[in-house]
């Protein structure tokens, strides 16, 4: 069969124009305009390594996966390809941009970023990411079975888990009674366990995708780079960013780094967090984001932003909220455990400390040419939003909402999936979000949207 595929499967760029011709007995002839390729994404497995071939994949806006599948590729027609689709990106890039140009290629490449190792470990103890290996832990316990885990794990492991049983084994055991200190120790060992393999599968997970993970830029033509087995390549035009987020969980803020991640139009159907495609930068210093912001976005402003808080409603809705959630906690803990679980219910003043510090983070910023929110006290989230790539504005209410007489506003573009999902801004009043919506609707539609 891939005798028979190499013969039958050809390419050729031709008027702007990707033309790929696959099928023995069913032809299939496919037409992909350069100018609407959203992402050129290039993987090299440890085989294909030894080979010096690699991978492309091609992705446009309208795809619910890859486009196309250009396999056993040399790194020369690669690099042809994308500089095929980077001329068609900047029309003023007139000339010759094959890959037989390395030098001029070269010269004008600036690095924005290397990522060091030991900050890719560090990054991997942020919360989403070990809530991510925790799932693959799920997932992979669920297929091969707990057994089987059990019986390929290294002895050293039995043995540590056996003597752990054996100490807090006692603590469980019934005194006459039930025991409720022994039953929350075992419980805590148990998530406590759980979370440092969760930390561990992390550090795992996070040097094979982001190892080596370098950002650089070519004219408007941001590219990444990462891998420790399989290399991936990832070329991303600047303007084609629809979305830009900048992620800070407690532990990220507390050393100081952060993480950005970049949504294009491209489809959602893709494992795009087990891949890192999601990622611009996997870590770095808060210091440099500002340095970053403006390499990607250079007519952004930063400081100059003026920020503008929601109601100050939402600190009483956040305050009753979890208030009602404590109460709920400490009456399962009460009748599952034992009646002191009670004090749980001391900490209901933390509740509205925090909603207070909450409300400090909640906000919205809008300039000539971007809005922003952001939004989170313990994981701080910024969204970024090029006015220009906007597709929509939404204005809604709950229940809850419309007898307080404020709004929700989010935000559409033509691609949020890989970064989370849609910014939005809660607790506005109602006629402040009209008038926002309003004023978006306008300068969008005054603004030429961008490939």
């Known amino acids: ?37 959203q992402d050129l994404r290039i993987e090299q497995s ?9 991978e492309a994949n091609v992705e446009t806006a309208g795809g619910i996966g890859v486009e196309a599948t250009l396999s056993v590729l040399s790194r020369e027609r690669v690099e042809e390809l994308r500089a095929a689709i980077f001329h068609e990106i900047r029309p003023e890039f007139a000339g ?19 990522v060091h190792v030991l900050e890719i470990v560090l990054a991997s103890l942020s919360h989403r990411r070990i809530g991510l290996a925790m799932v693959l832990s799920i997932g992979t316990l669920s297929v091969i079975g707990v057994d089987n885990v059990v019986d390929f794990s290294p002895a050293v492991v039995e043995r540590g888990m056996d003597y752990l049983f054996q100490q807090i084994g006692p603590l469980s055991e019934p005194a006459g009674a039930a025991n409720p200190t022994g039953a929350v120790v075992v419980a805590t060992a148990g998530f406590l366990l759980f979370v440092v393999v969760g930390m561990l599968l992390s550090m795992l997970w996070s040097v094979l995708i982001f190892y080596g993970f370098e950002l650089s830029r070519i004219g408007e033509d941001l590219q990444r780079v ?20 900048i992620e800070e969980d407690l532990l990220m803020r507390l050393m100081q ?31 440099e984001v ?7 976005f250079p007519d952004l402003q930063p400081g100059n932003a003026a920020w503008h808080r929601v109601s100050p409603i939402a600190i009483r809705r956040g305050t009753i909220k979890g208030a009602l959630a404590m109460v709920i906690i400490s009456a399962a803990l009460y009748l599952r455990l034992s009646p002191a679980t009670v004090w749980f219910l001391a900490l209901l003043p933390l509740v509205l400390v925090y ?3 909450q409300y400090r983070r909640l906000g919205y910023a809008l300039d000539d040419n971007y809005f922003r929110t952001c939004r989170g006290w313990l994981n701080r989230l910024t969204c970024i939003v090029p006015i220009r790539n906007i597709q929509g504005v939404s204005v809604f ?46 300068r969008t539609a005054a603004m030429r949207y961008r490939w």
């Open 397 to 442: 209410q709950n229940p809850m909402d419309r007898r307080l007489g404020l709004a929700q506003i989010a935000i559409h573009t033509a691609g949020h999936g890989y970064t989370g999902g849609t910014p939005h801004v809660a607790n506005l009043p109602i006629d402040d979000a009209r008038a926002l919506a309003s004023e978006l609707a306008r």
């Open 355 to 357: 909603n207070v510090v």
């Open 257 to 287: 780094f952060a993480t950005l991640r970049a949504s294009t139009a491209g489809s959602t159907a893709d494992r795009a967090r087990l891949s890192g495609r999601d990622v611009l930068l996997p870590v770095l210093p808060r210091l």
């Open 290 to 296: 500002t340095r970053i912001l403006a390499a990607l």
């Open 96 to 114: 010759d941009r094959s890959a037989a140009s390395s030098t001029e290629a070269d010269d004008s490449r600036e690095i924005l970023r290397r």
């Open 226 to 245: 990462h891998g420790l087995i399989t290399r991936r390549a990832h070329s991303l035009p600047r303007h084609r960013i629809q979305m830009l987020e």
């Open 46 to 54: 440890f085989l294909q390594r030894l080979f010096g071939v690699v």
């Open 1 to 37: 069969l891939s005798f028979i595929r190499y013969f039958v499967f050809t390419y050729r760029i031709e008027n702007g124009e990707l033309i790929i011709r696959d099928g023995l007995v069913r032809r299939t002839v496919r037409h992909i305009p350069l100018e609407r390729v």
